[in-house]
């Protein structure tokens, strides 16, 4: 049975820090992995889309890579800004085609 | 372009009473989600759309849940009785895939979310 895990589950720092948020899954057989921002009283905003084939996604400020043998990906923000803070999470579409998802990373950028 | 739209925002009932939540896709969108999310977890698929047909409600607890999406546009979401545990916020979201059945492998536009409160 898929899993997926975000650590660290909440996350605080400085404006202007580059930062990596975590994700992890438990098999390897994907389709895709999806990074996703969740802004309070609101719905998810998908952010990059990273297929089984490909290695990393790139979207302004973020960057997401993918290694599907070690069950990984990493969502790399650069710079970051207040306008950033928001629950990050990551879902795998898994060979059911069902999108598995992590429970979030809780991320704060203090000005 | 519109994005998907749900009604209502929120929505507080006391336990074994009944409630419905709305949920209108992007024109076009051939394949509709419903989620629930529990506070401090992801969103759990509930049920799948593609079309007016479902593809996938293993997870829906069809005992006091029912979902019908009529004519493949619009989508109705009914929990009767509802229970202390389903407070949560529910979720819309659609795609654009095409096939015999949906498959996650396209990006998924979600609503703003019902955020439901049972008493």
């Known amino acids: 049975k898929q899993e997926v895990t975000q650590i660290p589950a909440a996350l605080s720092v400085p404006e202007g820090e580059n930062l990596v948020l975590n994700c992890s899954f438990t098999?390897?057989?994907?389709?895709?992995l999806q990074w996703f921002r969740q802004d309070p009283g609101k719905g998810l905003t998908s952010l990059l889309l990273?297929?089984?084939s490909q290695r990393e996604q790139t979207s302004g400020r973020l960057n997401a890579s993918l290694d599907k043998s070690s069950g990984r990906s990493t969502l790399y923000i650069a710079a970051s800004q207040p306008g950033d803070s928001a629950t990050y999470l990551c879902?795998?579409?898994?060979?059911?085609?069902?999108?598995?998802w992590g429970a979030g990373t809780k991320l704060i950028i203090k000005p | 372009e519109a994005g998907v739209a749900q009604s209502p925002r929120y929505k507080i009932i006391e336990k074994r009473q009944s409630v419905a939540f709305w949920c209108n896709p992007i024109?076009?969108?051939?394949?509709l989600y419903w989620y629930q999310q529990i506070l401090g977890q992801g969103p759990k698929l509930l049920i799948q759309f593609q079309n007016n047909g479902v593809v996938d409600d293993s997870q829906l607890p069809k005992d006091r849940f029912s979902a019908e999406r009529l004519k493949g546009v619009d989508s109705t979401l009914k929990i009767q009785p509802a229970k202390l545990e389903d407070s949560a916020v529910y979720l819309c979201?659609?795609?654009?895939?095409?096939?015999?059945?949906?498959?996650?492998?396209?990006?998924?536009?979600f609503g703003p979310g019902t955020r439901l409160t049972v008493l």
């Open positions: 990273i297929q089984s």
């Open positions: 024109s076009g969108h051939a394949t």
């Open positions: 879902a795998v579409c898994d060979s059911n085609y069902q999108l598995i």
């Open positions: 098999d390897s057989a994907i389709y895709n």
């Open positions: 979201a659609s795609s654009s895939l095409g096939g015999e059945l949906g498959k996650a492998t396209d990006t998924q536009y």
